[in-house]
């Protein structure tokens, strides 16, 4: 028998096709001439329809190429990476390192280890001014593993969960891995990127399970005001929806803003929210990979049961290092967030002062979002090809505002150097003249 392989036309199937020589078959008119057959026996081995949903990452697709063309020797100012360009804390990667040598090694239980439930739950408290239990937190491989979670525990086919756009991609993505729908809200640069209740309330339907907030936000660095978070806890109670709280960049805060954790309003929105935070971004973790949610306690409980089919627990010693950080005083970062406000003063200030750009200030995270369409159907009709544009034209690297369902935008990530801040922009704006 000899099989061969190929992809069909029609993605997901792989086609695997066996052939049976020299099979015999007796003619009825002459048992003694046999006629020769070769048999070909196709099977298909499809992929699942969610395998399908899937789209490779556009920010690591483009930061990839733009260090592949580094790595050529070719001069690339990359405004993608969504990460700190700062170290780790040296007591943080001390207490991971310290814990290896101690031969902390082993599978813990999945929900994390006591001592750093205990200090998340901690933290909630002095930060956030919410009070949940260590049994109520759930300690994830990222940030993005803790939304991964809260989405297959909460939503069943057809559940629908509201997106306030520009919206980071992989919220999207997961919720129709878990079967659900995004319902996308729209905001404009005009409002600062904050939604209009009006049209939240408008968005909700019968199959509407829960509002994810973002708060700053990845991709636009909006801060939603206290009153604007307060109408939404009121929605939410009124319709009975759950409330996911992405609140990872809340230490990367500028000109005196004060963030508000929309659990902290009340004892019944804090009943209907699911608080998601991680280490990722406050303490230039990214790659440590430790997140945590903290939810009511059935939640947590189908959380913490769901994990331990799917990871089991985060790596063991980088458990210690997130202790160590939690234990850090919120001053020990206050330098990296200066930084920060410094280089979101540079790139905005540089950024406006291309004709036809025009933003808001960002006033979190690390990421500047301008609307670009004064130079779009001139040659180049959408943000995908203006990135394309620069990134081979200008040599920088920049992510389309289409990604986030912002079209007719670009995102910069400042969590560069200020050098580069200039250089890039500098490139941006000789080859937006190009086109103008």
């Given at each position: 028998?000899?099989?061969?392989?190929?992809?069909?036309?029609?993605?997901?199937?792989?086609?695997?096709?066996?052939?049976?020589?020299?099979?015999?078959?007796?003619?009825?008119?002459?048992?003694?001439?046999?006629?020769?057959?070769?048999?070909?026996?196709?099977?298909?081995?499809?992929?699942?329809?969610?395998?399908?949903?899937?789209?490779?990452?556009?920010?690591?697709?483009?930061?990839?190429?733009?260090?592949?063309?580094?790595?050529?020797?070719?001069?690339?100012?990359?405004?993608?990476?969504?990460?700190?360009?700062?170290?780790?804390?040296?007591?943080?990667?001390?207490?991971?390192?310290?814990?290896?040598?101690?031969?902390?090694?082993?599978?813990?239980?999945?929900?994390?280890?006591?001592?750093?439930?205990?200090?998340?739950?901690?933290?909630?408290?002095?930060?956030?001014?919410?009070?949940?239990?260590?049994?109520?937190?759930?300690?994830?491989?990222?940030?993005?593993?803790?939304?991964?979670?809260?989405?297959?525990?909460?939503?069943?086919?057809?559940?629908?969960?509201?997106?306030?756009?520009?919206?980071?991609m992989t919220y999207a993505d997961q919720i129709r891995l878990a079967g659900g729908v995004p319902k996308v809200v729209y905001t404009t640069s005009d409002s600062g990127f904050v939604p209009d209740p009006e049209q939240l309330k408008e968005a909700i339907t019968p199959n509407t399970k829960a509002i994810l907030v973002n708060s700053p936000?990845?991709?636009?660095?909006?801060?939603?005001?206290?009153?604007?978070?307060?109408?939404?806890?009121?929605?939410?109670?009124?319709?009975?929806?759950?409330?996911?709280?992405?609140?990872?960049?809340?230490?990367?805060?500028?000109?005196?803003?004060?963030?508000?954790?929309?659990?902290?309003?009340?004892?019944?929105?804090?009943?209907?929210?699911?608080?998601?935070?991680?280490?990722?971004?406050?303490?230039?973790?990214?790659?440590?990979?430790?997140?945590?949610?903290?939810?009511?306690?059935?939640?947590?409980?189908?959380?913490?049961?769901?994990?331990?089919?799917?990871?089991?627990?985060?790596?063991?010693?980088?458990?210690?290092?997130?202790?160590?950080?939690?234990?850090?005083?919120?001053?020990?970062?206050?330098?990296?967030?200066?930084?920060?406000?410094?280089?979101?003063?540079?790139?905005?200030?540089?950024?406006?002062?291309?004709?036809?750009?025009?933003?808001?200030?960002?006033?979190?995270?690390?990421?500047?979002?301008?609307?670009?369409?004064?130079?779009?159907?001139?040659?180049?009709?959408?943000?995908?090809?203006?990135?394309?544009?620069?990134?081979?034209?200008?040599?920088?690297?920049?992510?389309?505002?289409?990604?986030?369902?912002?079209?007719?935008?670009?995102?910069?990530?400042?969590?560069?150097?200020?050098?580069?801040?200039?250089?890039?922009?500098?490139?941006?704006?000789?080859?937006?003249?190009?086109?103008?």
């Amino acid at each position: 028998m000899r099989y061969s392989a190929g992809l069909s036309p029609d993605f997901p199937h792989l086609v695997l096709t066996r052939r049976i020589p020299d099979c015999h078959k007796t003619s009825k008119k002459s048992a003694d001439a046999p006629h020769r057959y070769t048999f070909s026996v196709v099977t298909t081995l499809s992929l699942s329809a969610r395998a399908g949903l899937l789209k490779p990452s556009p920010t690591l697709a483009i930061t990839s190429k733009a260090k592949a063309m580094q790595a050529e020797g070719i001069d690339v100012v990359s405004f993608g990476a969504g990460e700190p360009d700062f170290n780790t804390p040296e007591s943080i990667c001390d207490a991971a390192i310290d814990a290896i040598r101690a031969g902390f090694t082993k599978y813990t239980p999945s929900a994390g280890i006591p001592e750093l439930r205990k200090a998340v739950a901690n933290k909630f408290e002095v930060e956030n001014g919410l009070k949940y239990t260590p049994e109520q937190v759930i300690v994830s491989c990222g940030a993005k593993h803790s939304v991964y979670n809260t989405m297959q525990v909460l939503l069943d086919p057809g559940d629908e969960v509201i997106l306030i756009a520009p919206y980071w991609m992989t919220y999207a993505d997961q919720i129709r891995l878990a079967g659900g729908v995004p319902k996308v809200v729209y905001t404009t640069s005009d409002s600062g990127f904050v939604p209009d209740p009006e049209q939240l309330k408008e968005a909700i339907t019968p199959n509407t399970k829960a509002i994810l907030v973002n708060s700053p936000s990845n991709p636009t660095g909006a801060v939603l005001p206290r009153e604007t978070l307060k109408q939404i806890a009121a929605l939410a109670l009124r319709h009975s929806l759950w409330v996911i709280a992405d609140e990872i960049y809340e230490h990367l805060l500028y000109d005196g803003e004060k963030h508000i954790s929309i659990a902290s309003l009340g004892k019944e929105i804090f009943d209907q929210t699911i608080t998601i935070n991680g280490c990722s971004k406050s303490y230039a973790m990214t790659g440590w990979r430790i997140g945590y949610a903290a939810a009511p306690l059935p939640i947590a409980k189908a959380m913490s049961n769901f994990q331990d089919q799917v990871t089991s627990n985060p790596t063991s010693f980088v458990q210690k290092g997130a202790v160590a950080a939690l234990k850090l005083p919120a001053s020990s970062m206050e330098a990296m967030r200066v930084e920060f406000e410094a280089r979101r003063d540079l790139i905005h200030g540089l950024l406006t002062a291309i004709p036809g750009i025009k933003m808001p200030k960002p006033k979190g995270a690390f990421y500047a979002l301008p609307d670009v369409s004064a130079y779009l159907g001139k040659g180049l009709a959408t943000d995908l090809e203006l990135a394309a544009y620069l990134l081979d034209e200008a040599k920088v690297a920049t992510v389309p505002g289409s990604v986030f369902e912002g079209s007719g935008h670009l995102r910069l990530s400042y969590a560069t150097s200020r050098s580069d801040i200039e250089k890039g922009v500098a490139r941006i704006a000789e080859a937006l003249k190009r086109i103008a």
